[in-house]
């Protein structure tokens, strides 16, 4: 079984900034990537950024410049830093990991970025 839990989430202005995190327990065999998505209300979720192993990154157009996605190898944590934050980010941001041929999501942690 993997746990994986996101924190950081909450009501940022817009142009503020806001740092999330996720961590990843349990029976882990080897992280092959982790990645942010997110979903807003009567949206489809969204992939925002992702970071492998090999510290390799990727980033939504939406978001270049303004998101940074770094991982902490050691604590299978990854952490997303957010700044610049327009109010149609406001969403649910979700955590996966993927290992071992399977993905695991997180429950999510809300981001409401106000005008």
């Known amino acids: 079984q993997v746990q994986v839990v996101e924190s950081g989430g909450g009501l940022v202005q817009a142009g503020g900034s806001l740092r999330l995190s996720c961590t990843a327990s349990g029976n882990i065999f080897g992280i092959k990537a982790m990645e942010w998505h997110r979903q807003a209300p009567g949206k489809q979720r969204e992939l925002v950024a992702g970071?492998?192993?090999?510290?390799?990154?990727s980033y939504a157009d939406f978001v270049k410049g303004r998101f940074t996605i770094t991982r902490d190898g050691a604590k299978n944590t990854v952490h997303l830093q957010m700044n610049g934050l327009k109010p149609e980010e406001s969403a649910v941001y979700y955590c996966?990991?993927?290992?071992?041929?399977?993905?695991?999501w997180g429950q999510g942690t809300h981001v409401t970025v106000s005008p």
């Open positions: 996966v990991l993927f290992d071992a041929g399977y993905d695991f």
């Open positions: 970071i492998t192993s090999r510290d390799r990154t």
